[in-house]
Structures are given as C-alpha cells and as structure tokens.
C-alpha cells in the first residue's frame, strides 16, 4: 500500500461516492461489487469504462495479498501463508463442517498479549491488519481453495478486541447486502478477555458470537499462562454484561493442557463459575507449539474434563482436531518460515 492511498476495499458504497464525485452515482455501486467479490486487478472490473478504473487506480490501492505457502490436511483443511503488502506473513485456515465452510482469520500480524502457549505472540505485536486486509482472507481463500465461504472465525493471528475499529469495519462490510452479505451471527470472535473491548463490542449491538479463551478458572493458573489476565471474575461480570446487551450466549474456550489445568478439581471449579449462565464449553485439543513445554492431555482425561463441567450445567463440546498434521494453531506456520516477513 502506498503512503497517502485510499484502500479501497475497505470503503463503503457512500465512501465510495465521496471519492468519485464526477462519476454517476450507480457507479459506486459497482465498484463495491467488484472490490466486495476481492478483485485483484482494475482491469478485472470489466463493466466500467477505463478512465473510471484509471481513475481508481490513481486514488487508491486493492488489497491482494499472495498467497506465499498453502498446506492442506487429510480432513481438507486448508492452510494459508499471506504475504502483505509490506512483507508481513499472516495466516487464515479454510475449514470444512457439514453446515458449510468457514474461514479463520487474522486480525493483526503478531500479537502483544504474551500467552505462554501461544506462537503468535513470539516477537510481539508487529501492526494491525486493516478491514481489508481482513475481507481479502475470506475471498483470498474462497478463491484459492474454489468453495464458497459462509462464516468467519476471528481466530488466527492477533487479538481483535486490540484492533476492534477496523475489525468492526470489516464485520460490517461482511453483512453489506451488495458485498458477501454474511450476518455478523455467522461470525465468531475470539478474545483473549480484554474487558474495555468487550463492553467496546457489547455496545456495537452487532449480533456476533464471543468467545472467550478462559483456559482456566482460577487467577493463579490463568495470570501464569495469560500474563494480561485482568482477574476470572471480572471476566465473567463483562461476560455478563455481555450477554445481557446482546442476548447472545457466550462461548468459553479452553485448551486443555496435561497437568497443567485439565485436572478434575480444575473442571469442578470451572463447572461452578459457569453454574447458571447461558454459558457454552468449548474443549480444544492443545497443539504443541514447543512453547513453554506444555503438553496436550489425554484422552481420557478429556472425557473426565468433560463430564465434571457437565454436571454443572453449562454445554460442553471438544472441538475436533481439524488440520492437526498441519500445524494449524494459531501463529505455527508464520514461525515456521523463522521470520515474520515472508518472501
Ligand atoms: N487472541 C484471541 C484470538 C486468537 S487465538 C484469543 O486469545 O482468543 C484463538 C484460540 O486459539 C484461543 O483460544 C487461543 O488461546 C488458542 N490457541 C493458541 N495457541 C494454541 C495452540 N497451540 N493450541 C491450541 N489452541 C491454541
């Protein structure tokens, strides 16, 4: 992108209009369309006449991130490497469930919110994607795996509550009726527990899902392996807050690490905080990213996890290992090329 260029695909329909005062109005439209559908060329915007696509040329940029690294997994579970414009690798994974394709994706290259199981945050926050950076991994992906995409997970690299201005642009942009038009039920964000952010989106009034990474019930287990833990109570008042804005039910994720925080008295106390709250258990299987030693749990273990906070009350589900062979944890494959930037 260049210094003082407009990104285009992140405009809305009347942005657009605002930028071509001498074009008919119908034309902004248009141009949504084509940008909406992720064009990567103005040249591919064959209905408009070329002093208009020179026109757009000359005042702004489209965000066509190439696709530097693909690995697909035996489930059909696809794994894409971008490459940005300015260098930076980030990572979307293509998903495949009975109810249709979802694409998880990253909202900032790097992270700064120093999860010790975690390999995005290695090197710290690097910059925030913009909500065209963030549209162009759900048509980038369409286009690359060729399957239609009809929800998002904000689940890859970054933290969204920590770039939520444009990752409220984006949610936006994806429910416009002239581009994708996915409800924003469709789309699940993912965060880390920033309290400000969580009454921030509450009161956007978008209908998204939130989860919620807990990945422990208590403070001295959750601070250790989320050091920006602002205290499992007051995670859960936001949580309640939460809800009481928006009528949705929350998600809480967690990773289930050997010894670590998968013991059954660790469920009990789990189970007990939940007690009562429209509140959904997702389990997910860790995957070992050489950080901090940790280890998945066992099998078994998971099903005792599962029943203990069951018994409670809350729903829970283990989430199936999609991609395991393909290092499809967050972070793992932007690593793995040793360097942030990819070539
Ligand atoms: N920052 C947000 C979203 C990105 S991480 C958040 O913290 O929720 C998405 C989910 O993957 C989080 O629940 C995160 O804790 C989890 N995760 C990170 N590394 C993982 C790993 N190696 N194995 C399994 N889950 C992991």
């Known amino acids: 992108m260049t210094e003082g260029q407009v990104e285009l695909a992140a405009c809305t329909p009347e942005e657009l209009r605002a930028l071509l005062p001498e074009a008919p109005a119908y034309r902004a439209g248009q141009v949504f369309r084509w940008l909406q559908?992720?064009?990567?060329?103005?040249?591919?915007?064959?209905?408009?006449?070329?002093p208009l696509r020179e026109r757009l040329a000359a005042l702004g940029c489209l965000t066509a991130p190439r696709a530097a690294r693909r690995q697909t997994a035996r489930d059909g579970t696809e794994k894409i490497l971008w490459r940005l414009s300015d260098g930076q690798g980030v990572e979307s994974v293509f998903m495949r469930y009975r109810h249709g394709n979802t694409v998880c994706l990253s909202t900032q290259a790097g992270c700064r919110q120093g999860c010790a199981f975690c390999a995005s945050t290695v090197g710290g926050l690097i910059r925030n994607l913009t909500a065209g950076e963030m549209l162009a991994q759900v048509t980038g992906a369409a286009r690359e795996v060729g399957a239609p995409v009809s929800g998002v997970v904000l689940m890859g690299i970054g933290e969204p509550l920590d770039n939520l201005d444009e990752v409220e642009r984006f949610v936006r942009l994806l429910a416009h009726p002239d581009g994708l038009h996915m409800s924003?039920?469709?789309?699940?964000?993912?965060?880390c527990g920033l309290i400000d952010g969580i009454d921030r989106l509450a009161a956007l009034a978008l209908p998204l899902t939130?989860?919620?990474s807990l990945h422990a019930a208590d403070d001295e287990t959750r601070t250790r392996l989320m050091p920006g833990n602002p205290g499992v109570s007051a995670l859960l008042d936001a949580c309640r807050r939460y809800f009481k804005a928006t009528g949705r039910r929350v998600s809480y994720e967690y990773i289930l690490l050997r010894d670590v925080n998968d013991t059954e008295d660790r469920a009990h106390l789990l189970g007990r905080l939940l007690a009562?709250?429209?509140?959904?258990?997702n389990l997910i299987p860790y995957n070992p990213t050489g950080r901090g030693g940790f280890q998945p749990s066992r099998p078994d273990q998971v099903r005792r996890f599962a029943a203990a906070v069951a018994s409670h009350g809350p729903s829970v589900t283990s989430r199936r290992r999609l991609g395991q062979e393909i290092d499809a944890a967050c972070g793992q494959l932007?690593?793995?090329?040793g360097q942030n930037v990819v070539q």
């Open 334 to 337: 932007r690593r793995q090329t």
């Open 276 to 281: 009562g709250a429209p509140a959904h258990v």
């Open 210 to 212: 939130l989860s919620v």
């Open 184 to 191: 924003p039920r469709r789309v699940s964000l993912s965060t």
């Open 37 to 50: 559908k992720g064009v990567r060329a103005f040249d591919e915007m064959t209905d408009l006449p070329l």
